[in-house]
Nanobody, 119 residues
Framework: QVQFVESGGGLVQPGGSLRLSCAAS????????MGWYRQAPGKQRELVAT???????NYADSVKGRFTISRDNAKNTVILHMNSLKPEDTAVYYC?????????????WGQGTQVTVSS
């Protein structure tokens, strides 16, 4: 079964940058559209960015121009580069299959990694 482990979060000042990493395990990772999601306290989980098996990307309007998603299929990794961070970016960030495409993604949420943007 596919599983994901996120890392790279931390405390940064507004305007700062972070690089989040996602290590994937399981079969057929190369075939899936992947996504980064985030959930702030008291809020619903939301989609941040997606990347297809071929490298096509899509971003939420709130992060467009600031975040970049990438993947290395040979290494089973997905990366989220986060620049010009804002306090409203504070959340737990999760890597997963694109749950809008694959129902199995409902069962593959990991622990996430905490990002806190504060002065």
């Amino acid at each position: 079964q596919v599983q994901f482990v996120e890392s790279g979060g931390g405390l940064v000042q507004p305007g700062g940058s972070l690089r989040l990493s996602c290590a994937a395990s399981g079969s057929d990772f190369r075939l899936y559209t992947m996504g980064w999601y985030r959930q702030a306290p008291g809020k619903q989980r939301e989609l941040v960015a997606t990347i297809t098996s071929g490298g096509t990307t899509n971003y939420a309007d709130s992060v467009k121009g600031r975040f970049t998603i990438s993947r290395d299929n040979a290494k089973n990794t997905v990366i989220l580069h986060m620049n010009s961070l804002k306090p409203e970016d504070t959340a737990v960030y999760y890597c997963n299959l694109d749950v809008s495409k694959y129902s199995i993604g409902r069962k593959t949420w990991g622990q996430g990694t905490q990002v806190t943007v504060s002065s």
